[in-house]
């Protein structure tokens, strides 16, 4: 079993970079999926319209590192049925890091509004010709393609394992900065920093390991050479008494902000998961600046809670209870809100007067972005569960400046 799939090897989907493979039906995009990974991912057949449901598989590509590939249905689908999978691969676009155009000839409108759609949100985009083992003149088509397109396109063959590492290369050079070389913690840390992180083991934690943002904390902040205590907040004042002197900084669960930054000492910088979050999956500047909305609300108001992993909702959930119990104590029990989960998020958010969202660890950063630009376009406050809780508490001046 590969490290991009096995257990505690295995990096998070939300970490890795998404690269979709677009095109019409029936010009090869799963065929290129395969070759790209050495595997048979995706089913292939001669059928237009084989692919239905984006399929999405991981690997490592050297030297980017940790990848998701995605095998969307082809755009060009037809009817009822081929409408809904249209819509499906239009999602995946707001996920998309980097996009392959994948082509079996020259291009055709259809191609052409797809890479428009590319260029709007300026993801970088690899043209693919595939097919070239069949071509007479695959040269010529290639340079008809730049002409049309503006993109010469890189020349393969998936079926015949011609022009692959080809592919590869131009991915590599094409790749943005993928998320797992950006670092959580890097601006609020130097080597050898103390840092004490504080985290509730309560009924939302789940038996026998941590919390995904948890864990990605802690492993960024050994990557950046620091000394990492854990406690849970009942032994925080027995952690700082171990420690010896105060810590650098102290990350804690938005939940008990209160607590701990009354037991934190003086010089000691506070932060938690959710707002290093914030900063690492978003914008967090734009999450400080919706928090104000929350001194806007009245009992007529309309938040809108968004999580981006889907679970069974425990006793005292900080999305379906805690946080809506802090808003309606503040403003009135008539406050109304509504809680979505996963990838259901509302196309039209001009109804809400504020959208609270979770820390994203399950998004990449691209598509965490894409729902910050949809709730500005539409002019829509959003912040997100660490700086709404830490603004509630008359807290967040002190933690965003230090």
């Given at each position: 079993?590969?490290?991009?799939?096995?257990?505690?090897?295995?990096?998070?989907?939300?970490?890795?970079?998404?690269?979709?493979?677009?095109?019409?039906?029936?010009?090869?995009?799963?065929?290129?999926?395969?070759?790209?990974?050495?595997?048979?991912?995706?089913?292939?057949?001669?059928?237009?319209?084989?692919?239905?449901?984006?399929?999405?598989?991981?690997?490592?590509?050297?030297?980017?590192?940790?990848?998701?590939?995605?095998?969307?249905?082809?755009?060009?689908?037809?009817?009822?049925?081929?409408?809904?999978?249209?819509?499906?691969?239009?999602?995946?676009?707001?996920?998309?890091?980097?996009?392959?155009?994948?082509?079996?000839?020259?291009?055709?409108?259809?191609?052409?509004?797809?890479?428009?759609?590319?260029?709007?949100?300026?993801?970088?985009?690899?043209?693919?010709?595939?097919?070239?083992?069949?071509?007479?003149?695959?040269?010529?088509?290639?340079?008809?393609?730049?002409?049309?397109?503006?993109?010469?396109?890189?020349?393969?063959?998936?079926?015949?394992?011609?022009?692959?590492?080809?592919?590869?290369?131009a991915i590599v050079q094409a790749a943005p900065q993928a998320a797992a070389e950006r670092s959580i913690t890097a601006d609020s840390v130097k080597p050898g920093d103390s840092v004490l992180l504080v985290m509730p083991q309560d009924r939302q934690a789940p038996k026998g390991r941590l919390i995904l943002p948890q864990v990605q904390t802690i492993?960024?902040?050994?990557?950046?050479?620091?000394?990492?205590?854990?406690?849970?907040?009942?032994?925080?004042?027995?952690?700082?008494?171990?420690?010896?002197?105060?810590?650098?900084?102290?990350?804690?669960?938005?939940?008990?902000?209160?607590?701990?930054?009354?037991?934190?000492?003086?010089?000691?910088?506070?932060?938690?998961?959710?707002?290093?979050?914030?900063?690492?999956?978003?914008?967090?500047?734009?999450?400080?600046?919706?928090?104000?909305?929350?001194?806007?609300?009245?009992?007529?108001?309309?938040?809108?809670?968004?999580?981006?992993?889907?679970?069974?909702?425990?006793?005292?959930?900080?999305?379906?209870?805690?946080?809506?119990?802090?808003?309606?104590?503040?403003?009135?029990?008539?406050?109304?809100?509504?809680?979505?989960?996963?990838?259901?998020?509302?196309?039209?958010?001009?109804?809400?007067?504020?959208?609270?969202?979770?820390?994203?660890?399950?998004?990449?950063?691209?598509?965490?972005?894409?729902?910050?630009?949809?709730?500005?376009?539409?002019?829509?406050?959003?912040?997100?569960?660490?700086?709404?809780?830490?603004?509630?508490?008359?807290?967040?001046?002190?933690?965003?400046?230090?």
């Amino acid at each position: 079993m590969d490290n991009a799939t096995s257990g505690f090897n295995a990096t998070p989907q939300a970490a890795r970079l998404h690269i979709a493979i677009y095109g019409r039906r029936n010009v090869g995009k799963s065929s290129l999926i395969n070759a790209l990974t050495g595997q048979q991912v995706s089913l292939v057949a001669d059928v237009p319209g084989t692919t239905t449901d984006p399929v999405r598989r991981a690997m490592e590509l050297h030297p980017i590192g940790p990848c998701l590939l995605i095998d969307t249905a082809g755009f060009d689908d037809e009817g009822v049925v081929g409408s809904l999978r249209n819509r499906r691969t239009r999602e995946v676009l707001a996920h998309t890091d980097l996009a392959l155009l994948v082509l079996d000839g020259p291009a055709r409108p259809d191609d052409k509004a797809w890479l428009d759609l590319l260029r709007q949100q300026e993801t970088p985009t690899v043209v693919v010709l595939n097919r070239v083992d069949t071509m007479p003149d695959s040269d010529g088509i290639a340079a008809q393609i730049r002409t049309q397109l503006g993109i010469a396109p890189v020349l393969a063959s998936a079926t015949a394992g011609v022009g692959i590492d080809d592919v590869r290369r131009a991915i590599v050079q094409a790749a943005p900065q993928a998320a797992a070389e950006r670092s959580i913690t890097a601006d609020s840390v130097k080597p050898g920093d103390s840092v004490l992180l504080v985290m509730p083991q309560d009924r939302q934690a789940p038996k026998g390991r941590l919390i995904l943002p948890q864990v990605q904390t802690i492993r960024d902040l050994l990557d950046n050479q620091c000394v990492v205590t854990c406690c849970t907040p009942g032994q925080m004042e027995h952690a700082l008494a171990t420690l010896g002197q105060p810590p650098a900084l102290i990350i804690t669960d938005s939940q008990v902000f209160e607590q701990v930054h009354r037991l934190k000492p003086a010089q000691s910088r506070l932060t938690s998961f959710s707002i290093l979050m914030a900063a690492w999956k978003g914008d967090l500047e734009v999450m400080v600046e919706g928090a104000k909305a929350l001194d806007r609300l009245t009992p007529q108001s309309r938040v809108l809670i968004a999580e981006a992993c889907t679970h069974a909702p425990l006793s005292e959930d900080i999305g379906r209870e805690k946080i809506p119990a802090m808003l309606r104590k503040r403003v009135g029990k008539e406050l109304k809100v509504d809680v979505v989960a996963g990838r259901d998020f509302p196309a039209d958010l001009t109804a809400y007067d504020l959208v609270i969202h979770c820390g994203a660890c399950m998004f990449n950063r691209r598509y965490m972005l894409s729902r910050i630009s949809q709730a500005r376009q539409q002019g829509v406050p959003i912040t997100n569960y660490g700086v709404a809780i830490a603004h509630l508490k008359g807290i967040l001046q002190s933690i965003h400046n230090s």
